[in-house]
Nanobody
């Protein structure tokens, strides 16, 4: 059974940093994607960052470009999301997912629903 487990959420003041981690087990990541999504209260889910396994071109939502960095450790089936200069609007539940790419991209929105998801980790940024 595929498992996706996130860790590293927490509370931080605006301008601070957090690092989220994700580990995927029993899933072949070769040529597939790992992505980070978030859902803020009262808002739709947003895909914030994604990266193809073994790839060199991470993809980001405009809202986090220059502040968030996604990385992967292919050998360990793990991914991380380094979040710097956090803003109150970054508050939300963050989810890691493993899924197939679509059209050569890993920023696939609802297409990722066909993949495997973790339970989420809460990030709270206070002003």
């Amino acid at each position: 059974q595929v498992q996706v487990v996130e860790s590293g959420g927490g509370s931080v003041q605006a301008g601070g940093s957090l690092r989220l981690s994700c580990i995927v087990s029993k899933y072949t990541l070769t040529n597939n994607c790992m992505g980070w999504f978030r859902r803020a209260p009262g808002k739709e889910r947003e895909e914030v960052a994604a990266m193809r396994n073994g790839g060199t071109f991470p993809e980001y939502a405009d809202s986090v470009k220059g502040r968030f960095t996604i990385s992967q450790d292919n050998g360990r089936n793990t991914a991380a999301l380094q979040m710097n200069n956090l803003k109150p609007e970054d508050t939300g539940m963050y989810y890691c997912a493993a899924y197939a790419p679509y059209g050569g991209s890993c920023m696939v929105g609802d297409w990722a629903d066909g993949g495997y998801w973790g339970q989420g980790t809460q990030v709270t940024v206070s002003s």
